[in-house]
């Protein structure tokens, strides 16, 4: 069983920046893609960014040139670096790992962007 556990989420005003981490932990032996998605209150859950185990990496066009993906290997870890965030961006954000071939969901995070 595989565990991925998020944090970093929290309250910022419009223009300021968080930095989301997810942790996975557990039966790993090959964390291929890593993404993260967000759904805010009566809305579908949407991909906002995910990165390749080659280190490709893709964006929601509302996000690209604020949001940024990363991963570290060693530490079966994947990073959003979210700037100049906006009120739209309230919602809360999962991450999401496909380990072998098998795809799981962290428990989320808020985050939370006032006017």
């Known amino acids: 069983q595989v565990q991925l556990v998020e944090s970093g989420g929290g309250l910022v005003q419009a223009g300021g920046s968080l930095r989301l981490s997810c942790a996975a932990s557990?039966?790993?032996?090959?964390?291929?893609?890593m993404g993260w998605y967000r759904q805010a209150p009566g809305k579908q859950r949407d991909v906002v960014a995910s990165?390749?185990?080659?280190?490709?990496?893709n964006y929601a066009d509302s996000v690209k040139g604020r949001f940024t993906i990363s991963r570290d290997n060693a530490k079966n870890t994947v990073y959003l670096q979210m700037n100049s965030l906006k009120p739209e961006d309230t919602a809360v954000y999962y991450c999401?790992?496909?380990?072998?071939?098998?795809?799981?969901w962290g428990q989320g995070t808020q985050v939370t962007v006032s006017s």
């Open positions: 557990g039966s790993i032996f090959s964390i291929n893609a």
């Open positions: 999401r790992a496909l380990v072998g071939i098998n795809w799981y």
């Open positions: 990165i390749s185990g080659g280190d490709f990496t």
